[in-house]
């Protein structure tokens, strides 16, 4: 008898916010693991902003998904069938898998993870892509200095959470921009932000100013459009913007027109970079073991908005686009045997 499991593909490439039409849920049948291969039961599935930008047709860091195709993206399983020397029935891994209940997968896709050191939903969070993201972007390019200002957008996000707390670890001054009272409370409460902007309330440009009275030397970027406009008068002399991401333009329809970042770069020898978390692939073992060390002694803590049941991934990736995430954004598939 052959066993079906649900997958979710991508049959329309959206224009403008994604709706719940672009997506299908489909049956398919659960794979048989090949020699060299384990099949994985999906425990937990990441929703990331970026991949927003994986459901456009054009040249990006990563190919584009292809419609009526599977969406993929970090997942967190565990091994049902192992036909690989070093994986066991019960072993936990993660990689980057497909919105699918069920996966086959080679050894080169997937690595095991240690559910003793953190809860497995972790690895996708800040012993994930997110937490190596916000630990590579704001060390690497920001290198914030002791008594320096940093500030953060989308700060109460499974990356800015991350980078406010390195930052406070590296004895800055942190400032953090979030879309309501709750994170902003959150980031100043619990995280120890020194200071923390609702952009929906609040003058961005007056609320930075007052917030940053030496000016800003790091701007970690994960917003862009008035928000990041906003920070460029504030530049310190050789301020660095690392730029992780562009939220707030992912679904425009038309091009985004702003500020000219040109003449502030120039007046404060700044550095604007952007990055993806890949281009430090050969040093994950240092950042994993840096996050995992502040994690142990308490220096550091995470928030996790999960979201039950494989039927509503398609709703905790929208959600992404109303700023209903605390933290990392998952997605709870089945329970760890």
């Given at each position: 008898?052959?066993?079906?499991?649900?997958?979710?593909?991508?049959?329309?490439?959206?224009?403008?916010?994604?709706?719940?039409?672009?997506?299908?849920?489909?049956?398919?049948?659960?794979?048989?693991?090949?020699?060299?291969?384990?099949?994985?039961?999906?425990?937990?599935?990441?929703?990331?902003?970026?991949?927003?930008?994986?459901?456009?047709?054009?040249?990006?860091?990563?190919?584009?998904?292809?419609?009526?195709?599977?969406?993929?993206?970090?997942?967190?399983?565990?091994?049902?069938?192992?036909?690989?020397p070093?994986?066991?029935?019960?072993?936990?891994?993660?990689?980057?898998?497909?919105?699918?209940?069920?996966?086959?997968?080679?050894?080169?896709?997937?690595?095991k993870?240690?559910?003793?050191?953190?809860?497995?939903?972790?690895?996708?969070?800040?012993?994930?892509?997110?937490?190596?993201?916000?630990?590579?972007?704001?060390?690497?390019?920001?290198?914030?200095?002791?008594?320096?200002?940093?500030?953060?957008?989308?700060?109460?996000?499974?990356?800015?959470?991350?980078?406010?707390?390195?930052?406070?670890?590296?004895?800055?001054?942190?400032?953090?921009?979030?879309?309501?009272?709750?994170?902003?409370?959150?980031?100043?409460?619990?995280?120890?932000?020194?200071?923390?902007?609702?952009?929906?309330?609040?003058?961005?440009?007056?609320?930075?100013?007052?917030?940053?009275?030496?000016?800003i030397?790091v701007?970690?970027?994960n917003?862009?459009?008035?928000?990041?406009?906003?920070?460029?008068?504030?530049?310190?002399?050789?301020?660095?913007?690392?730029?992780?991401?562009?939220?707030?333009?992912?679904?425009?329809?038309?091009?985004?027109?702003?500020?000219?970042?040109?003449?502030?770069?120039?007046?404060?020898?700044?550095?604007?970079?952007?990055?993806?978390?890949?281009?430090?692939s050969?040093?994950?073992?240092?950042?994993?073991?840096?996050?995992?060390?502040?994690?142990?002694?308490?220096?550091?803590?995470?928030?996790?908005?999960?979201?039950?049941g494989?039927?509503?991934?398609?709703?905790?990736?929208?959600?992404?686009?109303?700023?209903?995430?605390?933290?990392?954004?998952?997605?709870?598939?089945?329970?760890?045997?």
């Amino acid at each position: 008898m052959i066993r079906l499991q649900q997958q979710i593909k991508l049959v329309n490439r959206p224009v403008g916010t994604p709706v719940k039409e672009d997506f299908e849920f489909t049956q398919a049948p659960i794979g048989e693991p090949a020699e060299g291969e384990v099949l994985i039961r999906t425990n937990y599935i990441s929703v990331d902003p970026y991949l927003r930008g994986r459901m456009n047709d054009v040249k990006s860091y990563v190919p584009p998904f292809e419609l009526n195709t599977v969406i993929s993206s970090g997942v967190v399983g565990q091994v049902v069938e192992s036909k690989l020397p070093n994986y066991e029935k019960g072993d936990i891994v993660t990689g980057m898998l497909g919105w699918q209940q069920y996966s086959v997968a080679k050894e080169s896709e997937i690595r095991k993870i240690d559910t003793k050191l953190a809860p497995a939903s972790a690895y996708l969070s800040v012993l994930g892509m997110t937490g190596l993201t916000a630990y590579f972007g704001l060390l690497d390019i920001g290198q914030p200095k002791e008594g320096e200002t940093v500030v953060v957008s989308g700060a109460a996000g499974a990356v800015g959470s991350m980078v406010g707390q390195i930052a406070k670890i590296k004895g800055t001054r942190v400032v953090g921009i979030a879309g309501s009272a709750e994170k902003t409370d959150y980031l100043i409460n619990e995280l120890g932000f020194d200071a923390a902007i609702n952009y929906k309330t609040e003058d961005v440009p007056a609320a930075l100013g007052k917030a940053c009275p030496n000016g800003i030397d790091v701007y970690y970027e994960n917003v862009g459009g008035e928000i990041g406009d906003a920070v460029l008068p504030l530049l310190n002399k050789f301020a660095r913007i690392p730029v992780c991401g562009a939220i707030s333009a992912y679904n425009n329809k038309e091009a985004d027109v702003g500020l000219r970042v040109q003449s502030y770069l120039i007046k404060s020898s700044a550095l604007m970079k952007g990055f993806t978390v890949g281009d430090y692939s050969e040093r994950f073992k240092e950042g994993l073991e840096a996050l995992a060390g502040w994690l142990q002694e308490g220096k550091i803590q995470y928030e996790e908005t999960i979201t039950e049941g494989f039927e509503n991934t398609i709703d905790a990736f929208l959600d992404l686009f109303k700023g209903a995430n605390l933290g990392k954004a998952i997605v709870k598939v089945s329970e760890i045997e």
